[in-house]
């Protein structure tokens, strides 16, 4: 089966420091990915790249066959990209309703009209968060706008969705639904790219996982080979023994 | 003002609780519009209908603005060049024979253009330096028309109608226009691209991230703000029958555009127009009275507006309803 | 035109850059800092100018010994602006619309005052050195550009040094690159925002008294000069003062040689031509001004 998305020795340089050094992987269709790191390893950075609202230094990224890449984000979106972000950034004027609905009118093109606003309704639905609808979006808890970053981006009608530590911060039950409807939506036939820095998170949800540490991509393979690797240990335990996380 | 947020997409109106209170608002704009039209059948005299005229005209500049100004957030300090350009393009065109039909819509097209030229390169910068280089765009072509002498360079153009001067027709060709503007800002808000603009002010780039073109949705507003003010321009020249660079294409005009909405509540539906109400009833006053001082009290009220009440009038009202609502609220748990 | 004219130009293109350059550096240092876009700096261009003029004309005080005085007085108003206004408004990584309306606001108010104490009339300052010709051979360069050039130049090389060889100059450079970072390092954000307001200041107050020596003036004249430092700042960039001299430069020549082909009177479409050049022709352009790069978490 052809990759979904074929990352080509991605380079990044911000004024002369490398954020992501020659990373390249291939994502099969349909699978969840794991992408993990230290803190500072490129993997937000990477994410960008990807989302389209990061033109790289060098290197290739090919979506479906086509060429990505020029720095524009929204046409990675109509093409079938989109991400989350670390840190919620609703549209505070706007309802919750409003929110979603936006990423439901500009996203990859829907059949019909009445689709996009059926797609709306359905997502708030689906994460929860119906009650809400027409609530401020300034006005809601952090759990609340997590949930609604990942509903705004659903509404998007992704192929490949780049979920950016959507679970940081939130309680373990919080978390747990949040994994659930990943599972949910990866049945549903979309591509999830999922960076964490939390270890136990990853293992339990994807298929696959990609390693990085300093901006390169360090090893890759399924959840317990990568976890059992000793240069992945290294890179977390690292030598100044800082961030330790349970395998 | 991306800081204190204008009421959103939905809760325009949401404001008022009571349905008694929210078909009053509703239906203030219509009886409004009537009781202008009907006005003239009063015999208020000329001086009102002049001083009604002017605010028109100013309502549509202001409502105009606020479609990328308030709407979009991209500030521009240079709407005087949309206006001059609407006046000149229509002072041309009637003088050639034109019908005021043609000669309006006409002057708002090349407007329109021109704020293509302006938006095409500004558009890449954000939000405040956008602004600042809308000043040079506005300097820069009064600078231009002050020397081209096709149009009467610095001593102005005349416009040479036949047939006498209706006051009333200037009147109903503003209020028309009027009329138009506040519609289309009806349905630019609750359009796409209301929300589009609406998401770019919040976070240009989180909306970029859902697929928005947010370049592309600038240089829409832009273009519809900048043909209606060209309008306004128009109409405006043709009641004046002479303008001038000094005039048409001053820094104060810029001023006042951006002044009004910000005074009524920036973002909004109607706070332009009732910013425009108030700008256009005092300014005279204000200038007549103290002719030395009005930068200064613009100036300060621009100032007190920025720490006090960000969302000028409307938020004003806004508050106060919300606090008739909980003296309600408590009055009635008393029973 | 022959080589000597040529080489005239090009002089006169110099001296004027070094006085752009000061003009610049105090929305720069502004804006890196703060990140607040400086509207009034327009008004304290005029305020400084005045300042000068009436120092000269009241106490018979040198020009150039009333731009040294315009500093410290400057920097002080400066510092009481941004005690009275500045400090209130919300902090940002980003411009805001807020401090832009502040701030266009605070350049109505201070342009009102110009016109209050001065009316409209153009003033101007003779000195001695205003129609004192230098000539080297076949080249005549007008003194007084020369001395304000030679002016402008010594105060940015004062700022530059500042900023690169004193404790409080290292603080400055931190928090441009990264507020929230220098916070933690222990600047204190707020003194040090207040400080560097007020040089920002002195700098536009200096920087117009220079311009009063070389031109005419009256109470709106920022505006012009507000939009050239802002073209300048698009130019050259906001990382270091090197980019304002190279932006500067650029300016100075397009306009100096621009009056060969236009009237005098186009020079602000000049400046805005030049702008709108720049943008089309720079889109990698200048970091922080453009379509932000997003910076990762």
Known sequence: ?247 | MAQAAPPGMNEVGSAHESSRGKLFARSLPFVSVVLLVLLPLLHPGPEIIRLLFITLVWITASVAWNLIGGFGGQVSFGFAVFYGLGAYTTALALNHGISSWIAFPLGGFVASLASLLVGLPTFRLRGPYFAIATIGASEAVRVIMTNVSLTGGASGYRIMETGAFHQLEHFYSALALAAVVVAASILVERSKLGLALVAIREDEDAASDLGVNPYRAKLMAHSLAAALTGAAGGVYARYAAFIHPQGVFAFSISVAILLMPIIGGVGTIWGPVIGAVVYGLIHEELVASFPQLHLLLYGSLLILIVFFEPRGIMGLLGRWFNAMQRRRRLSGSHS | ?297
């Not at chain 1, 509404?155 to 780049?162: G, Q, S």
């Not at chain 3, 018979?60 to 209130?88: E, Q, S, Y």
């Not at chain 3, 940002?92 to 502040?102: E, G, I, N, Y």
């Not at chain 3, 709108?276 to 200048?286: I, K, N, Q, R, T």
């Open chain 1, 1 to 247: 089966m052809a990759p979904i998305l074929k990352v080509d020795r991605v380079t990044m340089h911000f004024a002369g420091l490398a954020a992501v050094r020659e990373v390249s992987f291939e994502l099969e269709p349909g699978r969840i990915y794991g992408l993990i790191g230290p803190n500072g390893a490129g993997k937000t950075t990477l994410l960008s790249i990807i989302a389209g609202s990061l033109r790289p230094t060098s290197g290739s990224i090919l979506f479906e066959g086509r060429a990505l890449g020029k720095g524009r984000a929204f046409e990675a979106v109509h093409a079938g990209i989109a991400r989350t972000h670390q840190i919620p950034r609703p549209f505070r004027a706007l309802s919750v309703m409003a929110n979603v609905e936006v990423g439901a009118s500009f996203g990859r093109k829907a059949k019909s009209k009445t689709q996009e606003g059926n797609d709306a309704s359905r997502i708030l639905q689906w994460v929860g968060l119906s009650h809400l609808a027409q609530t401020s979006a300034a006005n809601l808890s952090v759990g609340d706008q997590k949930r609604l970053e990942l509903a705004r981006t659903l509404a998007a009608r992704p192929n490949l969705l780049l979920c950016d530590e959507i679970c940081s911060g939130l309680t373990a039950s919080e978390t747990a639904a949040v994994l659930r409807l990943l599972r949910e939506i990866q049945q549903a036939g979309t591509t999830i790219l999922y960076v964490e820095h939390d270890l136990k998170v990853i293992m339990s949800l994807c298929d696959h996982v990609i390693v990085m540490n300093h901006g390169s991509k360090l090893v890759e393979g399924p959840p317990q080979a990568v976890q059992n690797d000793p240069a992945v240990i290294e890179a977390y335990i690292g030598k100044n023994g800082d961030q330790v996380s349970e395998a």
């Open chain 3, 1 to 297: 035109m022959n080589a000597v004219d040529l080489l005239n130009l090009t002089i006169a293109a110099l001296l004027l850059a070094g006085v752009y350059a000061a003009m610049s550096v105090g929305m720069t240092i502004i804006y890196g800092v703060m990140k607040i876009v400086n509207l009034a700096h327009a008004g304290f261009l005029m305020l400084g100018a005045y300042f000068v003029y009436q120092l000269n004309s009241s106490f018979g005080i040198d020009p150039l010994l009333g731009v040294v005085l315009a500093f410290p007085v400057f920097f002080l108003v400066g510092m009481a602006i941004h005690w009275l206004l500045i400090r209130r408004l919300p902090t940002s990584d980003q411009p805001t619309l807020v401090s832009l309306m502040l701030l266009f606001g605070l350049w109505l108010v201070l342009q009102n005052l110009g016109y209050l104490i001065w009316g409209n009339a153009d003033r101007a300052i003779l000195t001695r050195w205003t129609f004192w010709v230098w000539r080297i051979g076949p080249l005549s360069i007008p003194g007084v550009r020369l001395v304000v050039f030679g002016a402008a130049v010594t105060s940015v090389a004062a700022l530059e040094f500042m900023l690169h060889r004193t404790w409080f100059g290292r603080a400055v450079r931190a928090l441009m690159q990264d507020r929230d970072a220098g916070r933690i390092v222990g600047i204190n954000v707020d003194q040090t925002a207040r400080v560097v307001f007020g040089v920002g200041i002195a700098f536009a107050g200096a920087a117009g008294g220079l311009l009063a020596m070389l031109y005419s003036f009256s109470p709106d004249f920022g505006g012009a000069f507000l939009l050239r430092a802002f073209v300048i700042i698009v130019l050259g960039g906001l990382e270091s003062f090197a980019g304002v001299a190279i932006g500067a430069l650029i300016l100075a020549l397009v306009e100096t040689f621009s009056i060969l082909i236009l009237p005098a009177s186009y020079q602000p479409a000049v400046a805005f031509s030049l702008l709108v050049v720049a943008l089309v022709v720079l889109p990698e352009g200048v970091a922080g001004l453009w379509h932000r790069r997003h910076r990762p978490a």
